[in-house]
């Protein structure tokens, strides 16, 4: 199940998805929003991709009082594009895994579309074709 998400600020669900890089950074887009918002999420994630924690394909997490964050890696560098296999292959670990963290509900962004330059039609079709048949409500 899914529906638009305007602003993943203003989701109601438990998690939020926050498109990184593996090197530390979240100086543009989206990823500096969310470095903003929760300056400690920041920091435990800066320290991970100082010692080689932050990978494509696999996801890091950061809890506040009210949320789950999410950091789902779509490029390996700032500089670099995105490219579809690597939001496919995070997409197949969280179909994996999200049982595992109690998670009724997310919110996922438009993942690798904004810095990461994907063009939306092919993203989304992998997101569909991911998180339609998972038990858990997903805006997007």
């Known amino acids: 199940v899914y529906k638009k998400n305007e602003n993943i600020f203003n989701s109601k669900t438990m998690a939020l998805v926050n498109p990184v890089n593996c090197v530390g950074i979240m100086g543009a887009g989206l990823a500096k929003q969310f470095k903003e918002k929760y300056p400690m999420m920041f920091k435990a994630y800066k ?10 394909g696999e996801l890091s997490f950061f809890r506040t009082l009210e949320k789950l964050i999410i950091n789902f890696p779509t490029k390996t560098h700032w500089r670099t594009k995105s490219k579809l296999d690597w939001i496919e292959i995070g997409l197949i670990y969280f179909t994996e895994h999200y049982y595992k963290w109690n ?27 991911y998180l339609n048949n998972i038990d858990l409500i997903v805006e997007i």
């Open 47 to 56: 320290k991970k991709c100082e010692k080689g924690l932050i990978k494509i």
């Open 103 to 129: 998670i009724k509900s997310i919110a996922f962004p438009q993942l690798g579309c904004g810095m990461g330059n994907l063009q939306w039609l092919d993203v989304k079709i992998l997101m569909e074709k």
